[in-house]
């Protein structure tokens, strides 16, 4: 019998990366020092993943949520702000999900299936809560300032933390 390398896995690995690297993109699109921030944080995020530390996931996705505040509060324009904001939250979820499944069953084990219904899922839900902020923002905001919705999603965000903390 050989023994489990209790390594974050493979798939959720590389789909939480590249959710932040969108997440990167998108606050891109904002300011310099967003850029900056986020790339910071997609870079701790990325060491975590590989090391299978979860703090480094944890301050990582903080760090590319940091940038997409900092691009929102300043942007004009809505939707770079939510894509950023979906992508870091799947992001987060998957750099977790790989590290729990790679402690539990090991790097060797076939998660595939598994992790492609959680990659899917997380996508459904984060797209669903996307449309629902921005239908409420294009139909009841009225001309309200961007930093509102921005506000509104750092709020939801603290929620998904809240809701996904093992205390």
Do not use: K
Request: charged share 10%; proline share 2%; glycine share 14%.
């Amino acid at each position: 019998m050989s023994e489990i390398t209790r390594r974050p896995t493979r798939i959720a690995s590389v789909v939480a990366a590249g959710a932040a690297i969108v997440a990167v993109a998108a606050v891109a699109m904002g300011s310099l020092n967003a850029t900056a921030i986020a790339v910071l944080g997609a870079g701790t995020l990325g060491a975590g993943l590989i090391r299978g530390h979860r703090l480094a996931v944890d301050v990582g996705s903080l760090f590319v949520f940091g940038g997409v505040v900092v691009s929102g509060i300043g942007s004009e324009t809505v939707e770079p702000t939510m894509v950023a904001t979906v992508a870091t939250v799947v992001a987060w979820d998957l750099g977790q999900d790989s590290i729990d499944l790679g402690d539990q069953l090991g790097r060797e084990a076939e998660t595939a299936r598994l992790e492609a219904v959680h990659v899917v899922s997380s996508l459904f839900v984060g797209l669903l809560a996307a449309t629902l902020g921005y239908a409420v923002f294009a139909f009841a905001a009225g001309g309200q300032p961007a930093g509102a919705v921005v506000l509104l999603l750092l709020a939801a965000c603290f929620v998904v933390m809240g809701l996904g903390s093992r205390g």
